[in-house]
């Protein structure tokens, strides 16, 4: 075991470490939307300073933390704007985590086993002290005994409302293919987000997505979807008409908006985004359907492929319409996902990859339980019941007459 750093040194060691993570997690957001720029090709996520310096309390005592600070150019009224958040070191956080919460933390960062005792000491204090190299390699271990047991459990008592799905690709390094790991987020009839599947599939194929889902029915989920959302891509769609033929769909608007403007050519596509904005930002759906009628007859003649790509997914990408209002900014887009996987690809970058399926399947199982802790409850979390009672919403608001 190594000796305890004095605790003038502890304090720098901590205060060095948070410092450092910061700096990887923005670095690590700004190039994620590295390709998000305006009509002159200039970057709209950008670096803004620092916030205010703050004192964060770790077992080695206060320390002073200055946090870098993110700027979207596009502005807060724009819906696709971005606001950097950090994981590391949340607005109101004012103790460092606890070691359950740190020792995947520091993991998902690149520190080696080696590197543990000391961290751990200099962000906890004693808390830490007697955790060697072995016994952070035995606790990592458990990470694999706790997705197998969470992997067979009972879904019988639970009943999901919406889910979040999508296929999540991360580099393995001792195989050439790239792992594809299917994720599955459900919301609860109280509005609280949770981590409902997540497998090692073949790619994003319907097979792959068929074999997950009647695995999540023969272990009780059977009551109450009413809605998922996903990418149009996935054999995921095909699916779900199979096992839960019941459950509407609605599409991706991030990924729909993407894939449109990857089909025209760059000056026209910050116009071409304003109006897809009006179609998913309109107030009404008959609204919704009038800005969509405009952007295929102003786009179709000159670029006929990047309609065909917005005209095959009309009726899903509209179906948020027959929802809760409040959860409209849930259910167009597939961010609860996105946004959690974030830091996991950020591991896997500076680690180059997992060593094997296993291996990555067990971290991703952690860190997402992890980070479900934090999760926010839905918006209106109160008209999930009556969704679940059969009444309809007719944009956005509930028609007390029509129960089915």
Known sequence: MQPALPSGMQRNSAQRMLAAALEAEVTDFLGRHREVVDGEGKRLVVRNGYLPERDVLTGAGPVEVKQPRVRDRRGAEDPFAVTFTSSILPRYLRRTKNMDELIPWLYLRGIST???QPALEAL???????LSASTITRLTATWSEEYDAWRRRDLSDKEYVYLWVDGIYFNIRLEDERQCVLVVLGATKDG???????IDGVRESKESWREFLVDLRSRGLKK???????DGALGFWAALRE???????????????????????KSVQPKAKEDLHEIWMAEKKENAETAFDRFVAKYSAKY???TKCLE????????????????????????PIESTFATVRLRHRRTKGSGSRRACLAMVFKLTKIAESG???LNGAQHLLSLLAGYKYVDGILDERNAA
Not at 243 to 265: D, S
Request: glycine share 8%.
């Open 243 to 265: 096992v839960f033929p019941q459950t509407r769909e609605q599409r991706c608007w991030v990924h729909k908006t993407a894939n449109i403007l990857n089909k025209l050519p």
């Open 124 to 130: 906890l204090g004693s808390e830490a002290r007697g």
């Open 224 to 230: 109450g979807i009413k809605l998922a959302v996903g």
């Open 114 to 116: 080696g590197q543990f």
């Open 304 to 306: 006929p492929e990047a």
């Open 312 to 335: 095959k997914d009309r009726e899903e990408l509209l179906t948020f319409y027959d929802f809760p209002a409040e959860h409209w900014r849930h259910l167009r887009t597939t961010n």
């Open 192 to 198: 609280r987000k949770e981590l409902v599947g997540l």
């Open 375 to 377: 999760w926010r409850t």
